[in-house]
Antibody
Framework: QVQLKESGPGLVQPSQTLSLTCTVSGLSLTSNSVSWIRQPPGKGLEWMGVIWSNGGTDYNSAIKSRLSISRDTSKSQVFLKMNSLQTEDTAMYFC????????WGQGVMVTVSS | DIQMTQSPASLSASLEEIVTITCQPS??????LSWYQQKLGKSPQLLIHSATSLADGVPSRFSGSRSGTQYSLKINRLQVEDTGIYYCLQISSTPWTFGGGTKLELK
């Protein structure tokens, strides 16, 4: 049974770095890509970036300079790190499998506030 | 970046009605288009991939089509559980981009 679950701090101070983890089960990260997608409150979805099954990455150019996605295949975990957080980064953050996003995590709400 | 123009932004329809939502990309994307349904407080759920392929477990009243460069999601015989927000997504080239969403309500 494929499952993805996001975890991380609910509150981050402005200018700080966000670190999130997506823990997967029922799938292998060496055979599946995982993307991060975010959704500000009451707004639409924004694709942030992907880590491919071979470990390569692609990022949304709008946030590329602040974003890093990595993984630990032995722990079945994918990591997101984004620096220089601002209030507009307040959002629900999701991870999702494959290019068609056939499975999603439940999401983790991140609020950027002092 | 490819812009996805989704319409309408909101829609009110009656039970059993046929509903159509469209997405127009700013450049060609082939069949690299998916549709998602998101209910309040939940993660999006895949409905259609590759423009016309129904995802596993999705009711057959949902269908996707392509006419030239315009893509459509059709819901036959609208049901109560179909309310929510629908999004299209292009995965032809990065950055992958979503449409702005269509909020579907029951009349």
């Amino acid at each position: 049974q494929v499952q993805l679950k996001e975890s991380g701090p609910g509150l981050v101070q402005p200018s700080q770095t966000l670190s999130l983890t997506c823990t997967v089960s029922g799938l292998s990260l060496t055979s599946n890509s995982v993307s991060w997608i975010r959704q500000p409150p009451g707004k639409g979805l924004e694709w942030m970036g992907v880590i491919w099954s071979n470990g390569g990455t692609d990022y949304n150019s709008a946030i590329k300079s602040r974003l890093s996605i990595s993984r630990d295949t032995s722990k079945s975990q994918v990591f997101l790190k984004m620096n220089s957080l601002q209030t507009e980064d307040t959002a629900m953050y999701f991870c999702a499998r494959k290019r068609v996003f056939d499975y999603w995590g439940q999401g983790v709400m991140v609020t950027v506030s002092s | 970046d490819i812009q996805m123009t989704q319409s309408p932004a909101s829609l009110s329809a009656s039970l059993e009605e046929i509903v159509t939502i469209t997405c127009q990309p700013s450049q060609g994307i082939g069949n690299y288009l998916s549709w998602y349904q998101q209910k309040l407080g939940k993660s999006p759920q895949l409905l259609i991939h590759s423009a016309t392929s129904l995802a596993d477990g999705v009711p057959s009243r949902f269908s996707g089509s392509r006419s030239g460069t315009q893509y459509s999601l059709k819901i036959n015989r609208l049901q109560v559980e179909d309310t929510g927000i629908y999004y299209c997504l292009q995965i032809s080239s990065t950055p992958w981009t979503f449409g702005g969403g269509t909020k579907l309500e029951l009349k």
